[in-house]
């Protein structure tokens, strides 16, 4: 039998369901609200998903994802630019800020060392990591990768880099779950790891 579906419709719930956690169920629901919706609100979404890629950026100094350079935690003369709060990915920053626990900054790494996948230290910021620490007073280095196996080498490998200065280098203490995510661990969970960090 045809598919009575226009193509524009095919092609749109396609798109949908590349995205993480939706499904064709999920892609069809939202294609058919599309088409009943408020014509405006169509055109503010799509206005927001050209926007989105236009005016977000990495943050020059700590590559968290801002709209403007440098990002509001590197220039926020509040903040404790002598501790550097190291994670894989920009958006594990959103997590940290919502346990209103940390006060230094942040460095993503935009991703962690996966030799079989052909990421080596020249593909993440660990280089723009040195440099900071090198130029700048800082006293702690947290490395908060993901608990996994990429995560912990990646750790170990910023630790060596980091073995012949002045800094104190630690890890978020237990309580996040090996093999999870840190972006997807509770705000209590998260904050109390903070809190209690050991040195590496």
């Given at each position: 039998?045809?598919?009575?579906?226009?193509?524009?419709?095919?092609?749109?719930?396609?798109?949908?369901?590349?995205?993480?956690?939706?499904?064709?169920?999920t892609?069809?629901?939202?294609?058919e609200?599309?088409?009943?919706?408020?014509?405006?609100?169509v055109?503010?979404?799509?206005?927001?998903?050209?926007?989105?890629?236009?005016?977000?950026?990495?943050?020059?100094?700590?590559?968290?994802?801002?709209?403007?350079?440098?990002?509001?935690?590197?220039?926020?003369?509040?903040?404790?630019?002598?501790?550097?709060?190291?994670?894989?990915?920009?958006?594990?920053?959103?997590?940290?800020?919502?346990?209103?626990?940390?006060?230094?900054?942040?460095?993503?790494l935009?991703?962690?060392?996966?030799?079989?996948?052909?990421?080596?230290?020249?593909?993440?910021?660990?280089?723009?990591?040195?440099?900071?620490?090198?130029?700048?007073?800082?006293?702690?280095?947290?490395?908060?990768?993901?608990p996994?196996?990429?995560?912990?080498?990646?750790?170990?490998?910023?630790?060596?880099?980091?073995?012949?200065?002045?800094?104190?280098?630690?890890?978020?203490?237990?309580?996040?779950?090996?093999?999870?995510?840190l972006?997807?661990?509770?705000?209590?969970?998260?904050?109390?790891?903070?809190?209690?960090?050991?040195?590496?």
């Open positions: 039998m045809p598919d009575l579906r226009p193509e524009a419709v095919t092609r749109l719930a396609s798109h949908l369901e590349r995205l993480p956690g939706v499904g064709p169920r892609a069809r629901v939202l294609v609200h599309l088409l009943v919706a408020d014509e405006s609100e055109d503010a979404l799509a206005q927001a998903l050209a926007d989105l890629r236009g005016a977000v950026c990495h943050c020059s100094r700590c590559f968290l994802l801002t709209e403007s350079d440098p990002c509001p935690v590197c220039s926020d003369p509040g903040r404790d630019q002598g501790v550097i709060l190291v994670i894989e990915e920009p958006t594990t920053a959103w997590a940290v800020e919502a346990t209103h626990q940390f006060n230094g900054v942040f460095h993503a935009l991703g962690h060392l996966s030799p079989l996948h052909g990421v080596g230290p020249e593909d993440l910021t660990i280089d723009a990591l040195i440099d900071r620490v090198r130029s700048d007073e800082v006293h702690e280095v947290i490395l908060a990768t993901d996994t196996v990429e995560g912990e080498t990646t750790a170990l490998y910023i630790a060596r880099r980091l073995k012949d200065f002045p800094v104190q280098i630690s890890r978020p203490a237990s309580g996040i779950p090996v093999g999870g995510e972006a997807a661990v509770d705000r209590l969970t998260l904050a109390m790891a903070l809190e209690s960090r050991r040195e590496v």
